[in-house]
């Protein structure tokens, strides 16, 4: 048997199954059996190196030793599991943790607010808090921005195919230009004039809302100076700003928010992905203090408050409690960053740009098609890597935080390896 029968074989029961939305299982026709670190393996034993990590779920690698017994242990005690927003000692643990390591240190004065477990649940509270706190409707986002997949977060979003899935007009949102859209243009005084303009068309907006890496957008990393921009521009219109960090947050570009090298305060930050430690669905809102004017109830889920993940994602926060981590993800940014820029030097006919901070980084190739059949070579080899941008013309790595120098190198080699074989084609 070929290994493209081979393939099919494995995959019958999902192809006669399950919906036809699915995706990664059609990119990667494989069954994936169990994984540790950076590492996968299929039932059949194939070891794969993941420069994935579930979409940035799983930023301190899979099943983590710490993390896994300490949820045995949970089970086994009968610990609470579902409790809505109902007091627990995972809970207090968590917010008293979260507090203490994450807030204090960095003069930050939030309310930590438990949505429901995805990134999307907790994008939509951010929306509409600050639409209750200034009464305005309007709010302002990116080109090229995702914020989920939900009615609130499709409205902000910027992707044509995922807005037509929402089969109804979105409403309340302008999309204004990214850092760098276009060249040579300066879109903060762009932004700046279409709100002084009552010309303009655009109402004085509730919020604005922003990826600092644009994740799914094409591993677009804004300027620090823009971001600072944008948030003096807010602060001088009253407008709030609301950070998205699912994807960027949680030390993805090398610090715990993304948003730190900037120097700015936003008023909302949204959190979810590797906030849950191991994988396991979580999200939080942080919403400054003076902005916390929910009434009881009036936004929530019953899955807010996962007891599981509040236990991974404690244990997580240790790797917080010195520099060091954030130190050593930085470093293995700088050297992942080298590695991009030596590929696009040896493959000329890429012509690749170079992408992104930290361990979130790509190379975005001009060839329609070709980042595409890249991803599908290296997943034949053994690695995971995925696309990202509009055309899905954007190589984008995102490895778990805790890889080795080892883990990157033999993963970079696949790489290389299969951009070299699929050009030779």
Known sequence: MTTATLNDAKMRTFENLESEVRSYSRGWPTVFEKSKGYRLWDTDGKEYIDFFAGAGTLNYGHNDDVMQEKLIEYI?????????????????????????????????DYKIM?????????????LKIARKVTGRETVISFTNAFHGMTIGSLSVTGNSFKRHGAGIPLHHAVSMPFDNYVEDHDSIAYLDRFLEDSGSGVALPAAIILETVQGEGGINAARMEWLKKVEELCRRWDILLIVDDVQAGNGRTGTFFSFEPAGIEPDIVCLSKSIGGIGLPMAITLIKSEYDQWGPGEHNGTFRGNNMAFIAATEALKNWETDDFSKEIQEKGVFLKKAVNKLIEKYPELQGEARGRGLMQGIAIEKEGLAGEICAEAFKRGLIVETSGPDDEVVKFLPPLIIDQEGLEKGLKLLDDSIKHVLER
Do not use: C, Q, Y
């Open 114 to 126: 438990f949505p429901g477990p995805t990134g999307t649940n907790t994008v939509e509270s951010a």
């Open 76 to 108: 086994k005690n009968d610990g609470i599991i579902h409790s809505l927003d109902m007091g627990t000692p995972p809970r207090e643990n968590f917010l008293e943790r979260f507090n203490e390591i994450i807030l204090k240190p960095r003069n930050l």
